[in-house]
């Protein structure tokens, strides 16, 4: 049973035990987290720290609400408390709140037979485990041995076993009692006249299973049969079952289901049913596999790359279907193989606020979802905004030393491009009006190095227009692409088309992502996991005629993202690539700043991406004598970016950040200021501010100022100096930094206990001007797949022709 089970009282009683440092809410996140689907992101830890700032906010109440969300099972709530050793919240969930939700899903059934036969009566119970089934024949309690199982046999019946039964489910001091069940003795002679023979000797009711459905591996494409046949009087009727959840149309002792798919691998249960009796089949469980593979015999094929009249050319003798396998197709790996990636990195860029061409919206929002859906999935993530060609270059590079043999690289761009010859070339936010392919980057260079690095899955995801672009003449010729089969691209349009982003009043997204944050995180193959995004987008009426996602792959091998990460053992490779990525997500560490007045300031850091920081500013102590008193931030150095206007702001939102749009942050206890720092990445040096302290004093009128210089470093990824340029092939070399040089110090909080690279939560377009519309911008429509109103659809991410 789900956590949603439970009462608001029961809830609330739990968000008391869980709000605590020591053994709480955060521990038990921590806990659950061994399941993928009930990790937390950090988008979700920082939300919930958040909620101590709220009067009536609850960080416990917030964690179980989203367990619930996710059909967290009571057990597994409890398991996680009892490993958690949080004593208090197991003894209630076990004793209270878990004992109100006990439910008798089958009840026994009145029974006829005849002395001698066998009689079964089952009650059926759903609940907290180790509940206890205790059966009653009137006031009596039954103390043979199946007396306190869900199941009651009476065998031999005997006239003393006639009567009315009921079962008692307990657990703890808590129990609910089944409905009354009527055993009834018949004479042998009491059959009526010309009756057939029972299918059950000695019984005219009864209900028996004689073929179980059975386990298979099956191949995509093939037909699935299960069989469920029964014995029984009256006629049985079926029901069919996937992982617990009933099949409409399937109500025949056969389940038939023609050219299967991946969708229909999973358990698959029987129930059968007469007036009397209710049973359930065997569990069969059904693999998948990939498409079958027709088997061929051949003794000499040619070489396609040569031509047959060559000495030592070979010829084909024969080419016949079939048992026979040659000895490439017996190595072939077993269908059920589980893959696994040695490690899973990922590099989002999304461009916005380009100097000359069209502003964007969607890129915030775009890859702040996607990074919290990635982190996820274990995947390593460094998340950009607004890069120029140099950083592109550097963060390129950057990406390649992450990489290794067998590890997992993911790409994903966001923003102005095109694709001329067959490749795709990103656009830098410094590109001039008329740019060409000098000015980009080409995608296809860079799987040229990732091959390099021995990667087991490539994937690329190009959420940009792939129009052509008529002031680049040249052809592009990449480095040559090895035959590794591992390689996926997501274009989030088709050739010659223009992606799209959906403007609203508070938040923009593109189509491409919209469609795939719903899926991505499914643990299927990449490849079929796209292909079922490219359906969902081909339902939007929005887009329909212009946007169309287009899938190309190599990929030979079951991967996908949600594939575990295993090592043999750290090597030095591994080191190095996780402290590299450390590096560019290490915050400086939280300060308490102590004034000459008696006031104490914390001063607290958060990631938003990793080249955007929050600076948080919170009045901790102050003497009682002191009636108004506030810290903000000045003296920044020149070249920071910074929106002065929307520095020191009492909330999150008015600071530019996408963090929790559409509710205010109440502080009315605690004064906390706010201040946002963008492009982290061209932080040339140390970062050094002024803490600005004003206050007053209860028996003046004038304000007090003090102030407090504070050097916190080079925050986030300006460690890794984008600005620089890289040497050349710096992929297959070492970093131009040295990682031993870096002393990572302890992770700051935003909130009390908040992780240092937390992404804060919702989306803000205040970093991205709204793009002006151009004659070709299509007509506004409905979709409501993605909005309840009709939305502007914008051209996102297009070629200078298309503006």
């Known amino acids: ?36 689907k009930f990790r937390c992101s950090e988008l979700e830890l920082t939300s919930c720290s958040l909620q101590v700032l709220k009067p009536e906010g609850s960080s416990g109440r917030t964690l179980l609400a989203w367990l619930a969300d996710r059909s967290c099972s009571l057990d597994f709530l409890l398991h996680c408390l009892r490993k958690m050793e949080h004593q208090e919240a197991v003894q209630y969930l076990t004793n209270t709140a878990m004992a109100k939700i006990i439910k008798i899903k089958v009840q ?33 309690e039954i103390m043979e041995e199946t007396g306190s199982t869900p199941d009651l046999v009476l065998c031999p019946l005997a006239p003393c076993h006639q ?39 000695g019984s005219v009711s009864g209900l028996c299973i004689v073929h179980q459905p059975q386990s298979q591996e099956i191949s995509e494409g093939d037909t699935l049969l299960l069989e469920c046949k029964v014995q029984a009087n009256p006629p049985a009727q079926y029901e069919w079952y996937h992982d617990a959840l009933p099949i409409a149309q399937q109500k025949t002792h056969s389940l038939k289901i023609p050219c299967v798919t991946t969708a229909h691998r999973g358990q698959y249960r029987c129930k059968v049913f007469n007036l009397y009796h209710v049973a359930w089949s065997d569990t069969a469980t059904v693999t998948i596999g990939p498409s079958s593979i027709t088997v061929v015999s051949w003794e000499d094929v040619i070489d396609r790359g040569h031509d047959s009249q060559t000495p030592g050319a070979q010829e084909v003798d024969s080419f016949t279907i079939g048992p026979g396998t040659p ?12 893959f696994y990636a040695t490690d899973k990195v990922a590099l989002l860029i999304g461009n ?16 702040h979802e996607l990074t919290n859906l990635l982190r996820q999935m274990d995947f390593k993530v460094v998340s950009l905004l607004d890069l120029n060609w140099q950083e592109m270059h550097s963060a390129v590079t950057e990406f390649l030393l992450l990489l290794d043999k067998g590890v997992y690289g993911l790409l994903y761009f966001a923003g102005h491009g095109y694709e001329n010859y067959g490749n795709s070339f990103m656009v830098p936010i410094d590109a001039p009006a008329s740019y060409t392919s000098d000015h980009c980057l080409c995608v296809q260079n860079i799987l040229t190095r990732m091959q390099q690095k021995e990667t087991g899955l490539n994937v690329f995801l190009l959420d940009m227009c792939r129009k052509r672009n008529p002031n680049d003449d040249i052809i592009v010729q990449p480095g040559q692409l090895k035959v590794t089969a591992n390689i996926v691209f997501g274009y989030a349009t088709c050739v010659d088309a223009e992606a799209y982003e959906v403007k609203r009043e508070d938040v923009s997204n593109g189509i491409f992502i919209s469609y795939l944050k719903r899926r991505v995180c499914e643990d299927e193959k990449v490849t079929v996991m796209l292909d079922r995004v490219a359906e969902d987008m081909g339902r939007c009426e929005i887009t329909r005629g212009r946007q169309a996602l287009e899938l190309r792959s190599n990929l030979s091998e079951r991967r996908s993202l949600t594939d575990k990460i295993q090592t043999a053992e750290c090597s030095a490779s591994d080191s190095a690539r996780n402290l590299q990525w450390a590096v560019a997500h290490v915050l400086p560490k939280s300060n308490y700043l ?15 991406f990793s080249n955007i920081m929050v600076i948080y500013t919170r009045i901790l102590e102050q003497p009682k004598e002191i009636i108004s008193c506030f810290a903000q931030l000045t003296d920044f150095p020149e070249g920071v970016d910074i929106d002065l206007k929307k520095s020191n702001q009492e909330t999150l939102l008015e600071a530019g950040s996408i963090l929790l749009i559409k509710e205010d942050l109440p502080s009315p206890e605690v004064p906390s200021l706010y201040t946002r720092i963008r492009s982290l990445q061209r932080l040339k040096r140390e970062l050094t501010f002024t803490v600005c302290l004003h206050y007053t004093y209860s028996n003046m009128d004038e304000e007090v100022q003090e102030r407090q210089p504070v050097t916190v470093g080079k925050p986030l990824v300006s460690k890794l100096n984008l600005h620089e340029p890289r040497p050349p092939r710096a992929c297959s070399g070492s970093s131009s930094l040295s990682l031993d040089s870096f002393l990572i110090p302890e992770c700051s909080s935003f909130a009390e206990g908040f992780h240092s690279v937390g992404s804060l939560s919702k989306f803000s377009t205040t970093d991205s001007p709204s793009s002006s519309r151009s004659v070709n911008i299509p007509e506004e429509t409905d979709s409501p797949e993605l909005t309840d109103a009709p939305q502007p659809l914008l051209p996102a991410k297009a070629c200078p022709s298309a503006k």
């Open 594 to 608: 102590t004034f000459e007045c008696g006031v104490t300031v914390q001063l607290g850091f958060a990631a938003e």
């Open 108 to 140: 026994p059934q009145p029974q006829q037979a005849t002395v001698g036969s066998r009689v079964v009566l089952t009650c059926r119970a759903a609940g907290p485990f180790g509940l206890n089934y205790q059966w009653f024949r009137g006031k009596e």
């Open 163 to 201: 009567g009315h039964y009921i079962c008692r489910v307990n657990y703890g001091e808590e129990c609910i009692f089944s409905q009354w069940a009527h055993v009834r003795i018949l004479n042998s002679a009491g059959s009526s006249p010309g009756s057939s023979i029972s299918l059950f000797p």
């Open 327 to 338: 000895q490439e197709m017996a190595d072939l790996p077993p269908l059920t193989k589980h």
């Open 1 to 36: 049973m789900s956590i949603d089970c439970l009462s608001e009282d029961d809830l609330n009683r739990l968000s008391l035990m869980l709000d605590n440092a020591t053994c709480g809410w955060r521990q038990l996140a921590s806990a659950v987290s061994e399941i993928p």
């Open 352 to 367: 916005m606020n380009y100097l000359h061409h069209t502003q964007l919206c969607a890129p915030i929002a775009d890859v």
